[in-house]
């Protein structure tokens, strides 16, 4: 089991908007049995997760360990099915999930791998 290094993409505002031209494939690459490490960013909130599966595969968001959020202990989430082709968009719950390291992870499961994509969204302006 490895870790992978996944970057935060950029969104673009387009008349309110907010919108990527590679939302469904051209993530990262993780295998299964191995980790995606989103890139640390402190608050979760605006923070969506496209993944792309390219085998039969399940993906898994760790529970996080950072105090004090009141919703750290409430563990990892179920298990996402990802099929094959088959592209889907989580988003997270504040604090549930964020690491000490102000990171998240997410396990790879199945035969994979899965393309992830992470993205911040600003608030409104």
Do not use: C
């Not at 309110?16 to 980790?35: F, K, L």
Request: aromatic share 4%; net charge negative.
């Amino acid at each position: 089991m490895a870790d992978t290094a996944v970057a935060l993409l950029d969104m673009t505002n387009n008349g309110g908007a907010w919108q990527s031209a590679s939302i469904a494939t051209g993530g990262t690459a993780v295998d299964a049995g191995d980790t995606a490490v989103i890139a640390a960013l402190g608050n979760p909130n605006g923070l969506i997760i496209a993944l792309h599966g390219t085998a039969a595969s399940t993906a898994t968001v760790l529970a996080g360990d950072e105090p004090p959020s009141e919703s750290a202990g409430l563990g990892n989430s179920s298990a996402l099915t990802i099929g094959n082709g088959l592209s889907y968009v989580i988003r997270l719950n504040a604090g549930q999930f964020v690491q000490s390291d102000g990171t998240i992870r997410v396990l790879i499961g199945g035969t994979g791998p899965v393309e992830v994509s992470p993205y911040k969204i600003p608030p409104s302006t």
